[in-house]
């Protein structure tokens, strides 16, 4: 399951990353789900668009719905958003992307997650959250971290 949004526009990864995430998802042997939450429809059908056919957009949910879909995935991906910390205190295993905060102060908490992180080098635990970007996450570093967190299931 891939979740395309965030609170903040500089944490979200770009549809066309997602899509290709998503594609290199489904060669994996996953099936891929683009969930969804207000204000980003048009962006999850992007994705959809973009990646491979068998990439399907998830229906709308409310917050009950969302955390079961969560509970049930095989694998969650998404950037520093509520969400990703949900499915990874549910216990699934959850890949969070973050491009702009510092993981070790906001990352999520679980025995099944991984990181990838672009931000800028950490705050410290009493700094902002905010640290800025120094690159983005690419497909490739996110399928490989994927990858690592399933045991290289390919």
């Not at 999520?108 to 800028?120: H, K, L, N, W, Y």
Request: aromatic share 2%; charged share 20%; net charge negative.
């Amino acid at each position: 399951m891939l979740l395309p949004g965030a609170g903040r526009p500089d944490k979200i990864l770009s549809p066309a990353v997602l899509a290709e995430v998503a594609t290199r998802l489904v060669g994996r042997g996953l099936d891929t789900v683009v969930a969804w939450g207000p204000a980003e429809e048009g962006r999850a059908r992007e994705i959809v668009e973009l990646a491979a056919d068998e990439v399907h957009l998830a229906p709308p949910t409310d917050l009950l719905e969302l955390a079961a879909l969560l509970s049930a995935a095989g694998l969650v991906v998404g950037g520093d958003t509520g969400p990703v910390h949900l499915a990874a205190s549910l216990g699934t295993p959850t890949l969070a992307v973050f491009l702009t905060t510092d993981p070790e102060r906001n990352g999520p908490v679980g025995e099944r997650v991984g990181i990838v992180t672009g931000a800028a080098a950490g705050c410290g635990p009493s700094g902002s959250a905010t640290t800025g970007r120094e690159r983005d996450g690419s497909a490739i570093e996110i399928d490989a971290a994927a990858g690592e967190l399933l045991g290289s299931r390919s």
